[in-house]
């Protein structure tokens, strides 16, 4: 059972600064399937980014990923007002899948 | 377009059992992979099971073997999932999600409460 940590839990920036969000796998994600999700209070998760790198459809080109193996990373390059809210990442390469606990990004 | 209709919020005694259904339309519900995740109040996301196509059978989070039951009606491409003996703990939002990149498509998800 592959186990995700995310980190920080909390973050606090500014609009216009940079965002680095880190997930770290207990065992390597088959084949890159790692994915990133965005929710609001009251909205059901968003997919942001999947394949460890690509953008999901409609998904602004300041949200980028990367990573391979146990080690990923969302970044968006210059914080909108929007942005604001909860990431979560996922593998979804082998079962059990699993959601690492999530990434609170605050406005500073 | 895949969308996914959940059914309406529920309350439930301790004990008692819910089941949740998840209408897809745009696709049918063969062509597709059908998981749920739950939310706790407050909390993150929790993947409780779904169809893995390669092994060709439902899969369910170790923590829930024995009280969940996911099924589908394929003559209306509905999925149902099924959690029994609930107690307070079981409080949450349930969501069926699917996709061909990941989940990209969620329902709207359904407020399941456990309260005597």
């Known amino acids: 059972e592959i186990v995700l940590t995310q980190s920080p839990g909390t973050l606090s920036l500014s609009p216009g600064e940079r965002a680095t969000l880190s997930c770290r796998a207990s065992q390597s994600v088959s084949s890159s399937y790692l994915a990133w999700y965005q929710q609001k209070p009251g909205q059901a998760p968003r997919l942001l980014i999947y394949?460890?790198?690509s953008r999901a459809t409609g998904i602004p080109d300041r949200f980028s990923g990367s990573g391979s193996g146990t080690d990923f990373t969302l970044t968006i390059s210059r914080l909108e007002p929007e942005d604001f809210a909860v990431y979560y990442c996922?593998?979804?390469?082998?079962?059990?899948?699993?959601f690492g606990q999530g990434t609170r990004l605050e406005i500073k | 377009q895949v969308q996914l209709v959940q059914s309406g919020a529920e309350v439930k005694k301790p004990g008692a059992s819910v089941k949740v259904s998840c209408k897809v339309s745009?696709?049918?519900?063969?062509?597709?992979?059908m998981h749920w995740v739950r939310q706790a109040p407050g909390k993150g996301l929790e993947w409780m099971g779904g169809?893995?196509?390669?092994?060709?059978?439902?899969i369910y989070a170790q923590k829930f073997q024995g009280r969940v039951t996911m099924t589908e009606d394929t003559s209306t491409d509905t999925a149902y999932m099924e959690l029994s003996s609930l107690r307070s703990e079981d409080t949450a939002v349930y969501y069926c999600?699917?996709?061909?990149?990941?989940?990209?498509?969620w329902g709207q998800g359904t407020m399941v409460t456990v309260s005597s």
């Open positions: 169809f893995d196509p390669e092994d060709g059978e439902t």
């Open positions: 996922q593998q979804y390469g082998s079962s059990p899948l699993a």
């Open positions: 999600a699917t996709g061909f990149l990941a989940f990209d498509i």
């Open positions: 745009g696709y049918t519900l063969t062509e597709l992979s």
């Open positions: 394949g460890a790198s």
